[in-house]
């Protein structure tokens, strides 16, 4: 399932770079190829992650066996509203030219390049300013016990990806003996 909703995105982003070098080819005016260097949602009209990046979402995650009040979970979503419209006035702003980016032949590669690594360390920043910010509105009972419960989720995760491992190697071996 995952695999194809990855192949599904590998297409749509090939189809995309293709049509944007299309257009650039053709000589369109700039507002086209404008256009197509801003960050959109993904076809569906979702955006890839709900609740920002990694960092994030872990915190968020954890917090759900925090046993926040609801003054607090109050507090937490006013924050997220509040960085969801900054990444929105972010994203608008972006300057970062994917089509340039895609062929590294471009003569413009190397300042796009720049540009995505900047847009990048700006948006990972943000991502630990947001984390820090949730992090603040915890208890300090609740800041002690956040890091048993990471510890809790990656134990838990790390077991979840060794029995995909030996389900997956086991279902290999029987079909490479089988040729």
Known sequence: MKLNRTLGLLL?????????????AAGTTSSATAATTTT????????WHRHGGML????????????????????IRSILSSAREQHKAAAASSTVDFTALA?????????ALQSAKAAAAARF???????????????PDQQKK???VLADMKSKAEQRRAAWLQQHQAGSSSASGSN
């Open 12 to 24: 749509v982003a090939t189809a995309t770079v293709g049509a944007g070098a299309a257009v650039a």
């Open 146 to 148: 956040l890091p048993q």
């Open 56 to 75: 994030v979402g872990m915190m968020l995650r954890a917090t759900r066996q925090l046993n926040l009040t609801a003054d607090q979970q109050a507090s």
């Open 40 to 47: 959109a949602p993904a076809p569906d009209g979702r955006h």
């Open 125 to 139: 920043q943000s991502e630990v300013d947001l984390q820090a910010q949730i992090y603040n509105v915890l208890t």
């Open 103 to 111: 062929n590294p032949g471009d003569p413009n590669y190397a300042s």
